[in-house]
Structures are given as structure tokens and as C-alpha cells.
């Protein structure tokens, strides 16, 4: 396991979101989550994210991972 | 037929035999010492050199411990007595005690908890320490009353099986503490997956 430290990568869920006209609560209704685990997602407090959840998000988005997630270089 | 059996929830059949066990541990100690106290025979073990035994056929000796009884002990010899067998039976209580207050806990809620492992570790700390203090107590006071039994010889033994089992009842209550914090790590790891 990596040591425990805060995370660098920033989700960009809400921005797809206005891009496709969609909520939130479609969002996790078609992905087949809880609308807690997406807002934990969303607001970068997830610890990992499934292959599955990532493909289903994917699928639903229309979108690639790359266009999900960036990652911050360290300071 | 099987369908119609009910599906035994182990965490709880353990506890309802350690709460067996702590009754009759418990009245066992306390009927024990009580009986000491009032004076029951003791039993001692002398070395059997020490003793003129009748004529004893060819080929046959005494062997090396040979057990005696006090019909009538002092007070000393009752203490002796209960220093040589009231601290492991203390202790497997207290040990039986913590199992079973540690199985209550781990059946109401989650077994995968930081208090939980942390009181396993608590029950393996204590075995794994108070084992060797017991067994060398309870040495002491069998060799005292062997001494104290006046027949000139004293017989004693350091039983290395008593201090191996409360190791090893230690260690494992240690090691299962340790499989309940990586669980309980594992668990954070996980409430935190999408």
C-alpha cells in the first residue's frame, strides 16, 4: 500500500456535467452508484476509484479517463 | 433437511461457551479457595528419597515425587497451597473474562474495530507477560509446601508446558489482534473506494 498522503488528482465531473447538460443525481442513476459516493468522488475525497465505476462514468460521459481526472504535480 | 438448520453465528456459540467457561472458572476459584481457607487436606509432593517406605519388592523403588497428604495443614501450608494453584486459575479468569467481554463487543458491532484490536492485543500482553510470573509463582509455592511438609526431601518440577501454553495463547491473541487492525486498515481502504 502507498503511504498515507493527501492526493493530487482533481476530478472533473461537474465541468462534463455542464458540458452534457446532465445533474448529478443522472449522473449516479446511470452509473449505478450512490449520489454520496459520486458527490465524494466529485469533491476529491475518494481514497480509489473501480475499473467498473471509471468505465460506467466513462460510458455515461462519453468521455475518456484522461478527460476525468488531472493530476497536479507536487510543489 | 440442511435448509431447515440453523445457520450457527460462531462469534456468538464462542461467547455463550466462554460465559460457561467464566461461571465455572469463577466458582471453581472461589470454591476452591474457600475450601483451603477452611482447612481441606492439602496434597503435596515429597521426593521419594527422602521416605522409608515399607518393604518394597525386588526391583521396585520410590519415584522421584511421591504425593502426600496433609490432613490437618497450617496456616502457612495453606497458604503455600493457594499460592501454588490460585494464580493461573486467576488468570485463565481474567483472560476468559476479557474473551469474553472482547466476543460481546465484536457480535454487537463491527469485529473489525480499533477498540477490538486493541483489547486483543491488551489479552495477548497480559498472557504473554503474567504467564511466566504465574507459572514461577505457582512453582514457588509447591516447592515451599514440599519444604514445609518436613519429610526431608522436597520435590518440586518446573513444568515448561504451563509457561509454552499461555505463550502460545498470547502470542495468538496478539496475532489475531494484529489480523483485526490490518482488517480494520483494509476496511478504511475501502469505505473510501468509488
Redesign the interface.
Known sequence: ?PPEEAHRIEAHIDKLLAERGMTLTELADRVG?TLA??S??KNG??????FS?LTALCDALQCQPGDLFTCHPAD | MLESLRRPDWLDELRRLLGIAVVLSGIGTAVSTVAVLAGRPVEVTVAGSALALPALPAGVSAADGIPLRLDDPTAAQRGWELLSTLPGYALLTLALVLLWRLTGQARRGDPFTVDVARRLRRLGLLLVAAGPIVWVTEFLGDFALSAGADTGGVYATLDLTAPAAWALAGFGALAVGEIVRRGQAMRVELDGVV
Open positions: 500500500m452508484i459516493n459520486l465524494i468522488l475525497r475518494a481514497r480509489a476509484v473501480r465505476t
